[in-house]
């Protein structure tokens, strides 16, 4: 076969394939288009939020839910369109972090009747990285026990080995949502949105290595147990002060 015809030959499928490639293109920009939208849609109602400020959040230094989402949204955006700063490792105080959490789900706990016991036996302890990424870590093992867990949940903290190992165990029989004023439950409904499983582990198992740590899920008869360890780190400078 000529140059020619063997070019001629493989001309249709040439042409099928960039033509492939240019649908894949078209449906990728659609997509991105799609999510840049849904990140628009999501920043409206959590400036508004933002602007009418939160009960006590001006006088609290931890972390509040609106800080997490806005994280989460910053995280989606720099995956979308790439680029962005991410901050630099700093000391967290693990006591008050895990504490934070625990205040932060007491609500949601109740209204699947559902009780969180925080046992708290590693002393100060402080470990290096993103205290946001942290907490949406902690935030998926606890959210994990109340849906699929509950209703007696125990979070726990100890030392071993210049780690700090953070344990989430539930008693193996899941949470009913009670309906209340203004049914939240539907409202939760909403926001879970399919019944999709697996999601908030991932997160859990992402931040923990890239904080050069260990993740563990165990799942029996007796329920379900989570636990992460962390680096401890010595404090330094101003944190010691």
Do not use: Y
Request: with cysteine; aromatic share 2%.
């Amino acid at each position: 076969m000529t140059g020619l015809a063997q070019i001629l030959a493989a001309w249709p499928f040439g042409v099928s394939m960039a033509a492939a490639v240019a649908v894949q293109g078209l449906r990728n920009g659609r997509r991105r288009a799609a999510l840049n939208e849904a990140l628009h849609e999501v920043r409206r109602p959590l400036q508004v939020v933002a602007l009418a400020g939160l009960p006590g959040e001006a006088e609290s230094n931890q972390e509040s839910p609106l800080d997490l989402a806005a994280a989460a949204l910053q995280r989606l955006d720099r995956e979308i369109n790439g680029g962005g700063p991410t901050a630099p490792p700093a000391p967290v105080d693990a006591e008050a972090l895990v504490r934070a959490a625990v205040t932060r789900w007491l609500g949601r706990a109740s209204l699947c009747d559902a009780a969180l016991d925080l046992r708290w036996n590693a002393g100060d302890a402080v470990v290096s990285g993103s205290r946001l990424a942290l907490a949406q870590a902690i935030d998926n093992l606890i959210a994990n026990a109340i849906e699929h867990g509950g209703p007696t949940i125990v979070i726990s903290a100890r030392r071993r080995a210049g780690r700090l190992r953070i344990a989430v165990v539930d008693s193996g029989r899941a949470a009913r949502r009670r309906p209340r004023h203004g049914n939240p439950a539907a409202v939760l409904a909403r926001l879970s949105g399919r019944k999709r499983r697996g999601h908030g582990l991932a997160v859990v198992r992402r931040v923990v290595a890239e904080h050069g740590g260990r993740f563990v899920f165990e799942r029996s008869a007796r329920g379900a147990k989570a636990a992460i360890e962390l680096p401890l780190v010595e404090p330094v400078g101003d944190w010691a002060a």
